[in-house]
């Protein structure tokens, strides 16, 4: 079993910037494909990012392609989310995500085994 934390939310201007990261404990991040949602109140959880366990192929929402970046470093067991020229649409929880299986369709939230608490990003007008 794995434990994540996710850090690195906050308030920010239209066209900032931030990063995301999100630390595992109890297991190595190296046996799971990771993945990073959001949500906001009283919607759906929607995928934004992820990234496989092994290539490192990396997959992203339309909505976010080309302004954000998901990384991974195996040797601090985090996972990172870049997020570049951010608009006030991007107001949400975001949460990370594991999935111990391999290839499986990592856009499905109903894949993950296992998820953080989420941390607020805002972004103001």
């Known amino acids: 079993q794995v434990q994540l934390v996710e850090s690195g939310g906050g308030l920010v201007q239209a066209g900032g910037s931030l990063r995301l990261s999100c630390a595992a404990s109890?297991?190595?991040?190296?046996?799971?494909?990771m993945g990073w949602f959001r949500q906001v109140p009283g919607e759906e959880r929607e995928f934004v990012a992820a990234i496989r366990r092994i290539g490192l192929r990396t997959y992203y929402a339309e909505s976010v392609k080309g302004r954000f970046t998901i990384s991974r470093d195996n040797a601090k067991n985090t996972v990172y989310l870049q997020m570049n020229r951010l608009k006030p649409e991007d107001t949400a929880v975001y949460y990370c995500?594991?999935?111990?299986?391999?290839?499986?369709?990592?856009?499905?939230?109903?894949?993950?085994?296992?998820w953080g608490q989420g941390t607020q990003v805002t972004v103001s007008s």
């Open positions: 995500a594991a999935e111990s299986q391999v290839g499986s369709d990592l856009v499905r939230k109903d894949m993950y085994d296992y």
């Open positions: 109890g297991r190595t991040l190296r046996t799971y494909d």
